[in-house]
């Protein structure tokens, strides 16, 4: 008994009858037809397209569903080409639209490097990575690892160089010590900073919620600084966005406090506007 994938399975378009025989259907095939009626509020007529669904996709097309087709092909319901396959494939992809955490392990010049980005599945992932590594490192590479990653809000700190003039925070007793579980031959940092996890009760006025940010910065305090920074945003953004539509908007005072707080394993994160290609 032979193996069926996708490296032997035989699929083509045909409006003969005679070529569907003991395929399967690879899409549902549809009726279509168009009505016209009357808006009630504008008394314009529009027209809209109907559709219903004659034969399920994966149907296997035996003699009875032959004879189905040909009396549909002559009544005009079908027109055009029936997509078939010696296989039936049932299941099918789910494409998802918006970016998401992924963390990547490289194995580059037989050191190891972990990636953290954002990308919308599996495949613009590995596509993004390796377009990344190609124009960012000289040497061969090997993707070993591909996974969504927490949800969770990627801020980097964009300064230079460390800020001492901030404020100590009161850290929660079970934030482990500043000292991340480091990977043997990680990329070697050319500055202070490290990724840190941070989990936060965020209080929006009366309203308690909760959040997720990995932050590149240079300690625990200056990472909640920027998510502090990063909320107020938010808020801004959402005040501009109401009163450009006429809405009115309630500011809240925000207030962010740290639940838990470590720091991960992390070689390099790809920047937002490269993933932004791939989206």
């Known amino acids: 008994m032979s193996i069926e994938t996708k490296k032997n399975e ?23 037809w168009k009505e016209d009626f009357i808006d009630e509020d504008t008394q314009e007529a529009v027209t809209i397209e109907r559709n219903e669904v004659l034969f399920q996709r994966g149907t296997l097309i035996d003699q009875d569903v032959l004879a189905k087709i040909r009396f549909c092909y002559d009544a005009g319901d079908i027109k055009g080409d029936i997509e078939v396959s010696n296989q039936k494939r049932l299941g099918f992809e789910i494409l998802n639209e918006c970016l998401y955490p992924y963390l990547a392990q490289v194995c580059i010049d037989e050191k190891r490097y972990k990636f953290l980005f954002y990308a919308t599945g599996i495949e613009p992932a590995n596509a993004l990575l390796k377009d990344y590594i190609e124009l960012n490192y000289n040497f ?16 980097t700190d964009t300064l230079k160089e460390k800020k001492t003039d901030v404020e100590p925070l009161e850290i929660p ?15 070697p940092k050319d500055d202070n900073r490290k990724f840190y996890q941070i ?10 919620s909760s959040g997720t940010f990995v932050v590149n910065t240079y300690n625990v305090e200056r990472a909640m600084m920027l998510i502090n920074a990063y909320l107020k945003k938010q808020e801004d953004d959402h005040e501009r966005e109401a009163k450009e539509k006429g809405w009115t908007f ?30």
């Open 199 to 208: 989990e936060t009760k965020i209080m929006y006025g009366e309203v308690e």
């Open 173 to 187: 007793e079970n934030a482990p010590e500043d000292n991340p579980d480091t990977m043997e031959d990680e990329e």
């Open 250 to 279: 309630e500011r809240k005072e925000i207030h962010p406090t740290i639940e838990a707080a470590k720091p991960i394993s992390i070689g390099r994160f790809i920047p937002k506007e490269f993933s932004l290609a791939y989206k």
């Open 10 to 32: 035989i699929r083509y378009q045909t409006s003969d009858p005679r070529r569907m025989l003991n395929k399967y259907l690879t899409r549902h095939v549809c009726k279509t």
């Open 140 to 155: 061969g590479f090997r993707i070993t690892m591909i996974k969504e990653f927490d949800k969770c809000v990627i801020l």
